[in-house]
């Protein structure tokens, strides 16, 4: 029988993210010294498929932050997945945020919980392939319906173990801990406040960057993908709203320093 490896969530090959100069770089970039180390930011709960896919349904837990790539996992993956819950295989932990407003914010497991939606919803139907010279899986092709009473509710009672990242935790500590944990892409400064900030503002962000206006000043240059655009709008605002004497301060501050590493 196909089997799935419980170390798991599939990293799917994405090209490189552009960089946004002076914000990102290729690794993390570690304690930044504004919050304590010994700091507890997150908790641990353990919850059922069930109960998860109860929540997605009141649109408790947000599966489509702009930041995510879109669903990509194939049909044959999503099935194994499956089969490892009736096999009785253990799952690899998920990382969500907490927002605010008490919505969960999918960190890290998207492509997983996603599955587990999709199939309880009916959405398809599993692919298992035997061996060659092998019986037919006699779950291939089954939807979640279709299974007998025993599988579906060894599918439902799955235990899934998140790790929730307080919604009080420090912006930085957010940062730092979200890309750590982030397996499924590399993700850019802007990317991640986006998934973790996502108010008013970042939904004003959203829109300016795809007015006529901007895309015309910019000549689509910056890459909406890893969001340079919206970074771009950022410092805009951030320059804005400052007086010329403070940028001006600043600057000559850092020509200060430079010059003095450089002597």
Request: glycine share 4%; net charge neutral.
């Amino acid at each position: 029988m196909s089997t799935i490896s419980p170390t798991a969530e599939a990293v799917i090959p994405d090209s490189i993210p552009e960089a946004v100069e002076g914000l990102d770089t290729p690794q993390s970039e570690g304690w930044g010294g504004d919050y304590p180390l010994d700091a507890v930011f997150v908790r641990t709960e353990t919850r059922t498929v069930q109960e998860v896919v109860r929540r997605i349904e009141a649109s408790r837990y947000q599966l489509d932050p702009d930041f995510q790539r879109d669903f990509v996992w194939p049909l044959d993956k999503q099935s194994r997945l499956i089969e490892s819950c009736i096999m009785r295989i253990p799952l690899p932990v998920f990382y969500v945020a907490e927002a605010k407003d008490g919505r969960i914010i999918v960190v890290d497991g998207l492509q997983r919980l996603t599955t587990f939606y999709r199939f309880l919803a009916d959405d398809f139907g599993l692919v298992l392939k035997s061996g060659e010279d092998q019986p037919i899986h006699p779950l291939d092709g089954k939807t979640y319906s279709e299974l007998p009473l025993q599988l579906k509710e060894r599918i439902e009672d799955t235990q899934l173990t998140l790790y929730i990242l307080d919604a009080k935790a420090p912006e930085r500590a957010k940062l730092d801990i979200f890309e750590r944990v982030n397996s499924g892409v590399t993700l850019t400064r802007q990317q991640m406040r986006n998934c973790l900030f996502n108010g008013p503002a970042t939904q004003w962000l959203k829109k300016a960057s795809r007015s006529p206006e901007f895309l015309a000043a910019s000549g689509r240059s910056l890459d909406s993908k890893s969001m340079r655009d919206r970074e771009a709008i950022n410092r805009f605002c951030a320059y804005s709203t400052n007086s010329t004497r403070q940028v001006r301060k600043r600057f000559e501050m850092a020509r200060a320093v430079l010059a003095e590493v450089l002597s």
